[in-house]
C-alpha cells in the first residue's frame, strides 16, 4: 500500500492536486522528502475518501480490514516520500500490515469522541490488538 501511496502522491503532484503551501513549502521536483503529512492529508486524504463515503483511507484500501503487525507514529511536517522510504526500508520480515493513524483514522469525521478517552481510543486499540 505505501508503493501504492508514493505512486499516488507523485501523480497529484505532477496533476497540480498537491501543490506547496504556506504550511508546507515542499519542493515539487523533490522526490526524496514529498509533501507533509498536513497536506497529504488535505489535499489527497480528506478529498479522495469523502467522494468515496467517508471512510479511512486503510479501509478504502481494505474494506475487509487487515491484521496489524506493526503501529507506525509520524510526524504531521514530515514528507510523505521520506516517511514511506523510512518505513519501507525498516518493515520487518513477516509482518503483513500496519497502523497509521493518518490512514487508519477517517479523516473527514471529527474523531475528538473517538479519541476522548485515551484507553479506549483507536491508537490503544491498535497498541493492544
Given at each position: 500500500?505505501?508503493?501504492?501511496?508514493?505512486?499516488?502522491?507523485?501523480?497529484?503532484?505532477?496533476?497540480?492536486?498537491?501543490?506547496?503551501?504556506?504550511?508546507?513549502?515542499?519542493?515539487?521536483?523533490?522526490?526524496?522528502?514529498?509533501?507533509?503529512?498536513?497536506?497529504?492529508?488535505?489535499?489527497?486524504?480528506?478529498?479522495?475518501?469523502?467522494?468515496?463515503?467517508?471512510?479511512?483511507?486503510?479501509?478504502?484500501?481494505?474494506?475487509?480490514?487487515?491484521?496489524?503487525?506493526?503501529?507506525?507514529?509520524?510526524?504531521?511536517?514530515?514528507g510523505a516520500f521520506e516517511f514511506i522510504a523510512k518505513v519501507?526500508?525498516?518493515?520487518?520480515?513477516?509482518?503483513?500490515?500496519?497502523?497509521?493513524?493518518?490512514?487508519?483514522?477517517?479523516?473527514?469525521?471529527?474523531?475528538?469522541?473517538?479519541?476522548?478517552d485515551p484507553r479506549t481510543s483507536p491508537f490503544a486499540k491498535?497498541?493492544?490488538?
Open positions: 500500500d505505501l508503493r501504492f501511496l508514493r505512486g499516488e502522491l507523485e501523480a497529484a503532484i505532477e496533476e497540480g492536486t498537491i501543490a506547496p503551501t504556506g504550511r508546507d513549502a515542499f519542493d515539487p521536483s523533490d522526490r526524496a522528502i514529498g509533501p507533509c503529512a498536513y497536506n497529504v492529508v488535505e489535499s489527497y486524504i480528506k478529498p479522495l475518501t469523502a467522494e468515496a463515503g467517508g471512510m479511512s483511507w486503510a479501509l478504502l484500501r481494505h474494506p475487509r480490514g487487515l491484521k496489524c503487525d506493526i503501529f507506525l507514529t509520524h510526524c504531521w511536517a514530515e519501507l526500508w525498516s518493515w520487518p520480515g513477516g509482518a503483513e500490515g500496519a497502523w497509521c493513524c493518518i490512514f487508519a483514522n477517517p479523516q473527514n469525521l471529527d474523531i475528538s469522541d473517538l479519541i476522548k491498535a497498541l493492544g490488538d
